[in-house]
């Protein structure tokens, strides 16, 4: 599915605010309420939008440490390389303490963002859990300090 300047400005005013209405939205962006609507369910329809979510203040939720954990993966044989290490990665985006899990290319193989109570409770999921997987050979875990920015939101040009 592909998506036009009018879809573009639907999803970009969704980003701002998902709980908007087709009627709210239709006065924002000079559009019909139906055509609104119809598109939003067709970008739903089409996987284009995936959920709607909510912007949560980590701090006030009681989970104010995020951390950034970086793994390198134990050699594997050459072949059905790439479907293994997909395997990997899925099977670490199932846990519920992964927020974000992203393949890489360099030094490490992988890339996690976890969110806990405090770093014990980091430090403590990523030595029982990901160092138990016989699939990681080592990690570097990198605790943020400050978050100047974290959303979800982009620019559709």
């Known amino acids: 599915m592909t998506i036009d300047k009018k879809d573009r400005s639907i999803l970009m005013a969704l980003q701002e605010d998902a709980k908007q209405s087709s009627r ?6 000079d559009l019909p309420a139906t055509t609104i ?15 709607y979510h909510v912007a949560i203040d980590y701090e006030k939720a009681e989970m104010p440490s995020t951390a950034i954990v970086l793994i390198k993966r134990t050699p594997i044989i050459k072949s059905g390389k790439k479907i293994i290490y997909r395997k990997i990665a899925d ?9 974000e899990v992203h393949t890489l290319s360099g030094e ?5 963002k976890i969110r806990g109570r405090n ?11 990901i160092w138990s997987l016989p699939e990681v050979e080592r ?9 100047a920015k974290d959303t979800c939101k982009i620019e559709l040009k």
């Not at 770093?119 to 859990?129: C, L, P, T, Y």
């Open 24 to 29: 709210d939205l239709s006065k924002k962006l």
């Open 37 to 51: 609507h119809e598109r939003i369910r067709k970008m739903e329809k089409g996987g284009i939008i995936k959920g």
């Open 91 to 99: 099977l670490i985006a199932k846990l519920p303490e992964i927020q």
């Open 108 to 112: 490490f193989d992988m890339m996690l």
């Open 119 to 129: 770093e014990r409770d980091i430090g403590n999921f990523v030595s029982d859990i």
């Open 139 to 147: 990690t570097q875990t990198l605790l943020c300090f400050h978050t």
